[in-house]
């Protein structure tokens, strides 16, 4: 069964930089997207980032110009390089890797970590 294992994340004062990593433990055969989402306490789930397997990216327009998503397709593995970092990104975050085979999606997910911005 293939786990998605992040790191990169920890505590970091406002206006400082993390890059977060992905990696997936086996092989996703027809990957259609990987994305990054976070959660905070009384929020929905944000979409932060996503890179579509063409090299396509839309991002949240609150990380627009700050955040950047990136992949290694060899290594199943995905990065969210975070700069200019304030208190609203903190968050737990996520990562997610789908994947479409015969039109049937499956969505693998990372077990989450946490990112905390201080001001």
């Known amino acids: 069964q293939v786990q998605l294992v992040e790191s990169g994340g920890g505590l970091v004062q406002a206006g400082g930089s993390l890059r977060l990593s992905c990696a997936a433990s086996?092989?996703?055969?027809?990957?259609?997207?990987m994305n990054w989402y976070r959660q905070t306490p009384g929020k929905q789930h944000e979409l932060v980032a996503v890179?579509?397997?063409?090299?396509?990216?839309n991002y949240a327009d609150s990380v627009k110009g700050r955040f950047t998503i990136s992949r290694e397709n060899a290594k199943n593995t995905v990065y969210l390089q975070m700069n200019s970092l304030k208190p609203e990104d903190t968050a737990v975050y996520y990562c997610?890797?789908?994947?479409?085979?015969?039109?049937?999606?499956?969505?693998?997910w990372g077990q989450g970590i946490q990112v905390t911005v201080s001001s």
């Open positions: 997610n890797i789908g994947s479409r085979r015969v039109g049937v999606r499956n969505d693998y």
């Open positions: 086996g092989s996703i055969f027809s990957i259609s997207d």
């Open positions: 890179i579509f397997s063409g090299g396509n990216t």
